[in-house]
């Protein structure tokens, strides 16, 4: 008796496990339609706010000196930040900028606004293969035509992958950004 009721126990719990993991896979076309708009609704709100002094205090919006979210690079997230001194992640930095340049209030991990102002800034970058920890060296080395490489950037990769013009404006520095 006690032999033939663990079987049973046995083969219920197999059973259960079989029916939710192929519920889990299933979705059909309707789904991916229902999720992608779901997601391109996101994108375009994070595109609003990314273009919008509405972060910030000073009238000061992220496209100023990113004209394109693409030169945000978030393919190279986690990546240790000299401005944080740490390895942070992606929303960290785009805190950082809301904080700094915009003067506004950092936003939570999962505040949708940080999760739209990601949806964009990732998808504007979409298909760029991933590469954390990497740094874009600065323009201003090339002048002298001695760029200080980074250790993963070597002196000519660097040199032909320079976009000068695309400075950020507003910045004390007026760093030119370096794009891929
Ligand atoms: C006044 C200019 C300015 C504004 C406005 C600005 N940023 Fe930045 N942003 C910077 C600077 C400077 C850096 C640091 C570059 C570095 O050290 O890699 C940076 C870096 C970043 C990075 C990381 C780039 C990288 O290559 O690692 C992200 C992401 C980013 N900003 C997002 C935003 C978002 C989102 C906004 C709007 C909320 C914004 N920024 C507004 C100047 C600005």
Not at 17 to 23: A, L
Not at 89 to 100: A, K
Not at 138 to 154: D, E, I, N, Q, W
Request: hydrophobic share 35%; charged share 20%.
């Amino acid at each position: 008796m006690k032999k033939s009721l663990t079987l049973l126990v046995l083969m219920v719990s197999v059973l259960l496990v079989m029916s939710f993991s192929t519920r889990a896979d299933e979705f059909t076309q309707d789904d991916l339609e229902r999720w992608n708009k779901a997601f391109m609704t996101v994108v375009e709100q994070g595109e609003k706010l990314f273009h919008s002094p509405a972060l910030g205090r000073n009238k000061v919006s992220c496209d100023q000196c990113h004209p394109n979210a693409a030169n945000t690079h978030p393919e190279t997230y986690p990546k240790f930040q000299k401005q944080i001194g740490k390895v942070i992640s992606l929303f960290e930095m785009v805190n950082w900028c809301i904080r700094n340049p915009l003067e506004g209030d950092p936003l939570a991990a999962d505040d949708p606004k940080m999760i739209a102002l990601l949806a964009y800034i990732t998808y504007e970058r979409r298909g760029v293969p991933l590469d954390p920890g990497k740094h874009y060296v600065l323009v201003p080395a090339l002048k002298t035509g001695y760029p200080s490489a980074s250790p993963r950037t070597s002196g000519s990769r660097l040199f032909h992958r320079a976009r000068p013009g695309t400075s950020p404006r507003g910045t004390s520095s007026g760093t030119p950004w370096i794009s891929a």
